[in-house]
């Protein structure tokens, strides 16, 4: 599928502002790419996707995390974590995408996790930093952008941590995972 079939098939499974979301997270996703020697097109496939079942049915997208045999912990944690990973398996079975750093993109977009691929980073930061977010705390993070993807993903990860700590929201074990990797990594590793 090229890239216009491809963005005409999602535009039909979101509302217009998550699709112009999407469209942030393609453009910015590409950029970094550039900056970090990621290849285009693989960013440009999973920020299309990134968010592909993002308003799929809950019942579904639980069915969907049991059947395939997903990690059951998700299902105890708030149904906003259930899109990425389920995205991925939408990603594969009806999209056709084979390549799995792709497909992990898509899976840990929201939670990071430890061990991440520059492609993951790259989709993770994009969905946070693209145009059209509003939080407060965005433009310092945009900032980082050019500072370096370890430096990037750091703030981003840390951003959606202190986010939820203060609205008393459980963390995701894989997001504090990916942000010990980070903080215990030393630099240029
Ligand atoms: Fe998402
Ligand atoms: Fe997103």
Redesign the pocket.
């Known amino acids: 599928m090229n890239k216009d079939d491809l963005l005409n098939a999602i535009r039909t499974r979101m509302p217009e502002k998550r699709f112009v ?2 469209i942030g ?1 393609m453009e910015t996703a590409i950029q970094l790419a550039k900056v970090y020697e990621v290849d285009e097109k693989e960013a440009e496939l999973a920020a299309i996707l ?2 592909v079942v993002k308003f799929a049915d809950r019942d579904w997208m639980k069915q969907t995390i049991i059947e395939q045999q997903m990690e059951p912990t998700l299902l105890t944690f708030h149904h906003e974590l259930w899109h990425a990973p389920v995205g991925a398996f939408v990603a594969q079975q009806e999209f056709g995408v084979t390549n799995q750093d792709v497909l992990n993109a898509i899976c840990y ?1 929201t939670t990071g996790r430890k061990f991440m691929s520059k492609l993951e980073k790259i989709i993770y930061c994009a ?1 946070m930093i693209e145009p059209n977010r509003k939080f407060s705390g965005v433009d310092e993070l945009r900032q980082q952008a050019e500072q370096g993807l370890e430096l990037l993903m750091k703030a981003c990860v840390k951003h959606s941590i202190q986010f939820l700590i203060k609205k008393n929201q459980p963390v995701y074990p894989d997001s504090i995972h990916c942000y010990n990797d980070l903080v215990t990594r030393k630099e240029n590793d």
């Open positions: 979301h999407t997270v990134h968010d977009h969905d």
